[in-house]
């Protein structure tokens, strides 16, 4: 490597910077299907490289809302936020607390222009510090082994050596034996036949640095063949030991001295633990079988926000469903949800559903729809949510057509379907969660925003086709002839003191421009209350809104 010592770009100024989020970000979107093919520890845990793609595709679009030429202060500042706000994950968090943990340094250095060897050595260590500081129970031969061992050789060539290229060529170096030796210390790996996925894309850090130094190409993607059979095994062995089953998710604003007390009471409920943030906002990661209490956590501190939960097993069982039939292990209570609309279908999934079956007002599914998604499940207790009046009666013929217990929570929309999933405790029986999350769903109040298709009388006001209808438990309550004017009138019928959230979700009939009015009318009026607005992407019916 010493023939190219001399070759390249000596520091990195702010626009060599963004190059590198770019490159990097555009690296992880080329290499992520081969990423995800390696995720195999220690449960699959979402897809590695699609959530570190995901995770710099926000550290990219906060930096393009910077506008032309940023100073390098500004760009720090912006992959700091970026990768907080958009990490998903557990692989996706811990890259963001390397590059928050990176950038860090940069900002306590006296140079704000540009970034030499000596910067760029202790920005790397203090990446790999504070990627092990983040994690509850660091695992050697992951992604922080290579993180830490990188940096500890660049810091010994970049003491004896001042060109750039240099060091991040013995780094990358560093890095590639690194990751080859991963295997020797996670036998999951060893078994399996790879080397770590999280370790991978870290090596594409340090491939987009040559590119960026000295325009090295970034290898392109392997084609990799990886056992099925090793990877059932690991995740019948995991669930064996700590059987932790779900990835909980979310945002939280508490206090930064409340964070270790909050860490602890995560380490009492779960595993694989990432909690990363400061100055009052965090981004927070756990394995658990235990939802509920994962989320209370965060409520005795703070505010928990953007509450993402996924179920592991079911991931596995769907990612291998093509070459096995042997994950069906009756665990737990799953969760079957009624809905139509991509973001409609994505929060259910969020908040812990495990199986969507497409439908809704003018598509109900039939009981062989529900019967066939039951079925699919792994769990021997199952509840339905049919999110429509007009499916309660199908779902409840589910239950004489299976040998599982199959109950029915009479969601009649989304917002009420969402609501009770803050009651389900996948480990408890379908018959405790059909009374918990009824109880949980009666907490939001619902409204809907649609369209009338013909002419009619109500009570309100006569009723013209076109005209926009606000409804309140499936009763029309208001009559307008713009969208935006409904909206405002149903809320304030619906609105009352003792309200706090609200949530508007948006279909594919409303628009931006509308949403924004809405919204802003909101703060205004009712100031105390929190706004939060999804996109769900359902048909006829362009808004729906709970109310808690």
């Known amino acids: 490597m010493g023939t190219i010592a001399v070759v390249g770009i000596e520091t990195l100024d702010s626009k060599n910077f963004i190059e590198l989020m770019h490159c990097f970000r555009d690296a992880l979107n080329d290499h992520k299907e081969n990423l995800n093919s390696l995720n195999v520890y220690p449960v699959p845990d979402g897809d590695t490289g699609s959530n570190m793609a995901a995770t710099l595709n926000s550290v990219v679009n906060e930096i393009q809302s910077l506008g032309e030429d940023p100073e390098l202060e500004s760009v720090i500042g912006a992959v700091s936020h970026g990768s907080l706000m958009g990490a998903r994950g557990n692989s996706g968090v811990i890259i963001s607390q390397i590059l928050r943990g990176f950038v860090s340094e940069i ?193 005795s501190i703070g505010k928990p926000y953007d509450i993402r939960v996924t179920d592991l097993f079911e991931e596995v069982a769907g990612n291998l469903h093509d070459h096995s039939h042997e994950l069906n292990d009756p665990i737990g209570c799953s969760v079957i949800a009624v809905a139509n609309g991509d973001g409609i279908s994505e929060i259910f999934r969020s908040l812990g559903a495990t199986r969507i079956v497409n439908g809704g007002q003018s598509m109900n599914p039939s009981t062989a729809d529900l019967l066939e998604a039951v079925e699919a499940t792994s769990s021997a207790h199952v509840i339905i949510l049919p999110n429509n009046p007009n499916i309660v009666a199908v779902a409840k013929q589910v239950d004489s057509q299976t040998s599982k217990s199959v109950c029915v929570v009479e969601t009649n929309n989304v917002t009420e379907g969402f609501a009770s999933l803050l009651g389900y405790d996948p480990e408890a029986t379908s018959e405790k969660n059909q009374a918990g999350m009824t109880q949980a769903s009666h907490a939001v109040e619902s409204g809907e925003i649609t369209t009338a298709v013909r002419e009619s009388s109500t009570d309100v006001a006569e009723i013209k086709k076109g005209d926009f209808l606000g409804l309140r438990k499936g009763k029309v309550i208001v009559v307008a002839k713009t969208i935006t004017e409904a909206v405002k009138n149903l809320l304030t019928e619906m609105i009352a003191d003792e309200h706090e959230i609200l949530t508007l979700v948006s279909g594919e009939d409303s628009n931006p421009h509308e949403t924004d009015q809405i919204v802003s009318w909101i703060r205004d009026e009712y100031g105390e209350l929190e706004v939060e607005v999804h996109e769900g992407g359902q048909p006829l019916y362009p808004y729906y809104i709970g109310i808690e």
Request: net charge negative; hydrophobic share 40%.
């Open 107 to 299: 900002k306590r250095s006296d140079s704000s222009e540009e970034i030499d060897v000596d910067l760029f050595s202790k920005a790397l260590s203090a990446a790999s510090t504070a990627a092990y500081e983040a994690v509850g129970n660091p695992v050697e031969g992951t992604i922080l082994t290579v993180v830490r061992e990188t940096a500890e050789v660049v810091k010994n060539h970049a003491e004896e050596n001042s060109n750039l290229l240099s060091v991040v060529q013995a780094g990358r170096d560093a890095a590639k034996s690194s990751l080859d030796s991963t295997p020797d210390l996670l036998p999951v790996l060893a078994k399996a036949g790879v080397v770590d996925a999280g370790g991978s894309g870290f090596l594409l850090l340090m491939d987009s640095l040559l590119y960026v130094i000295n325009d090295t190409p970034i290898p392109e993607p392997e084609v990799l063949s990886t056992s099925v059979d090793s990877l059932i095994l690991d995740v019948h062995d995991h669930a064996s030991s700590s059987g932790t089953r779900y990835e909980v998710m979310y945002f939280l604003e508490a206090a930064d001295d409340l964070i270790p007390d909050f860490k602890k009471a995560w380490s009492e409920i779960g595993d694989s633990i990432v909690v990363v943030g400061g100055e009052n906002i965090w981004n927070c990661h756990v394995h658990t079988n235990d939802i509920g209490a994962a989320v209370e956590a965060g409520i």
